[in-house]
């Protein structure tokens, strides 16, 4: 979800960013209780009703439900989008889940007011393995994105790597008008991130910004279109997309990936990047 941002980058407090961990890691168990459950059979809404006992559990909120861009509340807790659909996808009990398909699951939780934003695509079963090498190009561009994100850089500097490790990958498509975002005390706020460009560009990174990364690639083009319900993004050529997203903190010793459990460490750490002190 990307639409609509104030304009200027909100800075978060050493404070501030604890809390924002505690709604990361609520979107980490929701992800993780998500993606096991995740099987032929099981339909999109089973994943929607998983999500929300996690909130219920952890005593959070949704990010999403009630989210409103003047089409109308958003109707789940989680964006759920198989195939060809891109990011956006409404959970339904009608929606099941078939061996071979690719799962995007998108999840956003507040706590005390602070948001936590991240997805994953997770596999049905056995998947052609184009399926599973656009799964692995795009969370490789993902953590491309997120060792880039760093005090003193530009934020382009992210969209560059996150578009290197793509290249570096395949023939994918980058979609296109989608991108990653600031994120605080609203889910969606100023900078958008764009997932391809030039390095050197835009705001100055600096201590306290808490960033959205998350690239989403396709098969084939990077053209998309909404369908009527006002929300589901498909890609135009039908082409099969993956999604990835974590939200990193800006401390001045490394990044804390705020979604993930281990704040980025394993991942980052095969990338030669050390993560913050403050990760655990
Ligand atoms: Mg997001």
Redesign the pocket.
């Known amino acids: 979800?990307?639409r609509g941002f104030p304009e200027r980058i909100q800075l978060k407090s050493a404070e501030q960013l604890a809390v924002m961990r505690q709604a990361g890691l609520v979107v980490a168990r929701a992800l993780r209780e998500m993606r096991d459950a995740v099987a032929p059979g099981v339909s999109t809404a089973d994943l929607d009703q998983i999500a929300r006992r996690v909130l219920h559990d952890e005593g959070a909120s949704s990010s999403f439900l009630g989210y409103d861009v003047g089409t109308g509340p958003y109707p789940a807790v989680i964006c759920a989008s198989v195939n060809d659909r891109v990011v956006h996808g409404i959970p339904s009990p009608a929606d099941k889940l078939a061996e071979g398909d690719l799962i995007s699951l998108?999840f956003?939780a507040i706590v005390d007011g602070w948001h936590g934003?991240?997805?994953i695509s997770v596999t049905v079963g056995e998947v052609r393995p184009d399926v599973a090498a656009l799964s692995a190009a795009c969370e490789e561009a993902l953590w491309a994105g997120i060792a880039a994100a760093r005090v003193g850089g530009r934020l382009s500097d992210i969209s560059s790597a996150v578009e290197t490790s793509v290249r570096r990958s395949g023939r994918y498509g980058i979609v296109a008008g989608y991108g990653?975002?600031g994120?605080g005390s609203a889910?969606?706020m100023a900078p958008h991130i764009l997932n391809y460009g030039p390095a050197g560009r835009g705001p100055r990174l600096v201590r306290g910004m808490a960033l959205?990364i998350?690239p989403m690639l396709t098969l084939g083009s990077r053209g998309t279109e909404q369908l009527d319900d006002g929300w589901t993004v498909v890609t135009v050529d039908g082409s099969w997309a993956a999604h990835w997203?974590h939200?990193v903190a800006l401390l001045d010793d490394g990044p804390w990936v705020l979604t993930a459990e281990d704040g980025g460490r394993d991942r980052l750490g095969e990338l030669g990047v050390a993560v913050s002190a403050r990760a655990p």
Do not use: S
Request: overall charge negative; cysteine-free.
């Open positions: 979800m990307a998108d956003g934003d991240a997805a990653g975002h994120i889910m969606h959205a998350e997203e939200t």
